[in-house]
């Protein structure tokens, strides 16, 4: 229990574990510990970024898909509407060909009527005349009922 | 040893094993205290080495994450007390941890075990706890107060330390100088005495416990009240083994954290 030489001994001793705990153990801990630290703050910010950037792609690839779908839409009404307007287009070509086929058609029965209508009266006149040969029973000259032959015709 | 008388037990238990190695009775050598702190502190810091000196960043072991755990609660300890580089305060209070409780640990093996085993080597007494030795104790603790002393000259100078021995903490008139200085050495020698009786207090009290319940022990005989002695001894040792479990860490604890504020405070000015 007395203070005695063994102090001395005992705080050597206590000098040498304090050196030796400077100098071989607390720096390499220091260091792994601090190194582990950096390792880890670094995989998870290297995290963070992975998250935001797959957020990003996503987030990329959901706006591709909006305006494909936007511009698919936009493909279809245009061809909707380009569809519409040839059928229309088609429509008022065949009208037209159809009308002018019939007004044509018009024409023709016109033109033909018309030429029946002048060869009827060339026979007409014909008739009149040969009828008119057998009442008298002799020859019309038709040089001199001409005249009246054609006041009959334009009649008729 | 059952025969011995209760005061020769105890007194036996309270004995260094000495050598004298000069004239007067200083120069006289506690071998039992300084080869136990010796082969202790090789144990604890030699441990801590060898992780420490394979420790890698990688993924640890277990044993590498105990002392890492270890080491983070001191590292952090110090943070707390101490805001500047921890180089050296770090490892000082790791170095007053492991020792003082390497040492305060031995106070769980049993005396009597001690006891057998050293006079079975021959020695005639060995205590197996260095820190119930005052010399342990208080080696350490006046260690760190020259460490005070050292770390208040180079955080203020030479000259402003004197100013602040000399000026605090009463003021700067003359008349209050030998006050403040007086009251200074007061306040810068309390803090080693403190230190190392409170750690000599407690282990020095925690270990004659433990004799006083070994002596209940000695007189256990086949009779009725010698059975309740034995059983009580038992108990209350194992007991108070228990409890000081806890004593043995606080101590270390409060030793080391001490410490730290104390070199902590040399560095702060008035």
């Known amino acids: 229990m007395n203070i005695n030489a063994t102090l001395l001994v005992q705080a050597l001793s206590f000098a040498f574990l304090i050196w030796f705990s400077v100098k071989f153990i607390w720096p390499p801990l220091n260091r792994a510990i601090d190194e582990r630290n950096k390792r880890i703050a670094d995989g998870l910010a290297a995290a963070e970024k992975g998250k935001a950037s797959l957020v990003e792609a996503e987030r990329k690839g959901e706006t591709a898909m909006k305006e494909a779908r936007e511009r698919a839409s936009g493909v279809l009404g245009e061809s909707e509407k380009r569809a519409m307007q040839i059928v229309e287009e088609a429509k008022s070509a065949a009208k037209e060909e159809a009308d002018r086929i019939i007004a044509g058609a018009r024409e023709q029965i016109a033109s033909e009527v018309a030429k029946a209508k002048t060869e009827l009266r060339e026979q007409v006149a014909a008739l009149a005349v040969a009828g008119a040969e057998k009442i008298l029973q002799r020859e019309v000259d038709a040089k001199a009922h001409t005249e009246m032959l054609g006041k009959l015709k334009a009649q008729l | ?270």
């Open chain 2, 1 to 270: 040893m059952a025969a011995q008388n209760p005061s020769d037990y105890i007194a036996h238990h309270l004995t260094n094993l000495t050598v004298k190695v000069g004239e007067g009775g200083f120069w006289t050598l506690n071998i039992d205290t300084i080869i136990m702190s010796w082969v202790l502190g090789l144990v604890g810091m030699g441990l801590i080495w060898m992780v420490a000196k394979g420790a890698t960043a990688e993924v640890p072991g277990r044993l590498q994450s105990f002392i890492e755990m270890f080491f983070e609660f001191v590292d952090g300890t110090v943070r707390d007390v101490f805001p500047g580089s921890r180089a050296f305060l770090g490892p000082l209070a790791l170095t007053i941890f492991v020792w003082v409780f390497m040492m305060n640990l031995m106070d769980l093996i049993p005396i009597d075990w001690v006891a057998t085993v050293s006079h079975g080597l021959g020695a005639p007494a060995w205590k197996a706890v260095p820190s119930t030795d005052l010399n342990t104790t208080f080696a350490m603790s006046f260690s760190v107060f020259f460490l005070i002393i050292f770390f208040s000259f180079k955080a203020k100078g030479a000259g402003g330390f004197m100013h602040e021995l000399f000026t605090a903490p009463f003021g700067s008139n003359p008349l209050l100088w030998l006050p403040n200085l007086a009251l200074n050495i007061i306040e810068l020698l309390a803090k080693p005495i403190s230190l190392g009786m409170r750690l000599f207090g407690n282990m020095y009290a925690g270990e004659l416990i433990f004799m006083l319940l070994g002596l209940l022990g000695t007189i256990a005989s086949l009779s009725v009240g010698g059975l309740i002695a034995g059983g009580a001894s038992v108990v209350l040792t194992w007991a108070w083994a228990v409890f000081h479990i806890l004593i043995i860490l606080l101590q270390a604890f409060i030793f080391m954290v001490l410490s730290v504020v104390y070199v902590a405070m040399a560095h702060e000015h008035h």
